[in-house]
């Protein structure tokens, strides 16, 4: 009778134990590192060496880095995107070797053809370990002016704007053909659109539907408008009284990266206006 009754004690003492080391393995902290380096960089245009202004939001340039430190076949980390002043920041990423590079509306950085191989590639590689300034230098599809300052009359704001191509036809088409796909199309200015909002981070993403205007163009029906001023009108009536914030975009029929279907938006700089 004893051995019947030591037996099932001694089996639920070895239950406990074992349930007691898988709660203690369960509840073991990690020893990694917190993510501590900080990465800041900013895009420019090659040529004027301003910044390359773009949307806060996922139609503007986007940031992508990929640890090579794991092997060949790791995934990139979480992409993040510039800010409109076309710079960058990012406080939490780990230390390793990465593979840094930016997408948006100029020339691809890191071109293939169609088998994969490697035409050019203006990509960073490098080993991040405390804070670094990563700049980029790029070719922009197009330059977005103001022409004068934008006028307001019973509710609506009348703006001007010169468009240029921040890259000529040839250098677009030698970079780009060899990719594979190529068609002139792909230089047709498609859209300009005036955006107004409330708020100074205007963009695609940060635009009230309600006053912002959009002129749309056929295949290569804008190119003799390269250059010369544009007369953009907002929609709807904007109230007296109220400040709003105007900014103009444009963009050709080229996605970036090739094959996303996103094609970015060329911007200028934000400007304030007040309603009266």
Known sequence: MKQLIIKPLIGLALLVLGLSNSACSFFELDNYDAPDVTITGQVTDVLTGKPVLTDQGSEGIRVRLTELSWGDNVEHNPDFYCMPGGNFQNTKVFKGNYHITVDGPFIPLQRRDRDGNILADESIVMDLENSHDVPFKVQPFLHIEWVGEPT?????????????????????????????????????????????????????????????????????????????????????????????????????????????????????????????
């Open 152 to 276: 307001v009359q019973n509710g609506k704001i009348t703006a001007q704007v010169r468009v240029t191509r921040g890259v000529s036809s040839a250098d677009f088409r030698a970079k780009v053909e060899p990719m594979g796909n190529y068609n002139d199309n792909l230089l047709n200015m498609t859209d300009i659109q005036l955006f107004v909002s409330y708020s100074s981070s205007i963009g695609y993403r940060a635009r009230d539907e309600r006053w912002s205007s959009r002129m749309d163009y056929a295949g290569s029906s804008f190119d003799p408008l390269f250059g010369q001023t544009i007369t953009l009108v907002s929609n709807g009536v904007i109230p007296a009284g109220r400040t709003v914030f105007v900014r103009a975009a444009a963009r050709i029929n080229f996605d970036t990266p090739v094959g996303s279907g996103v094609r970015r938006w060329n911007y200028n700089a934000a400007k304030e206006v007040l309603v009266n």
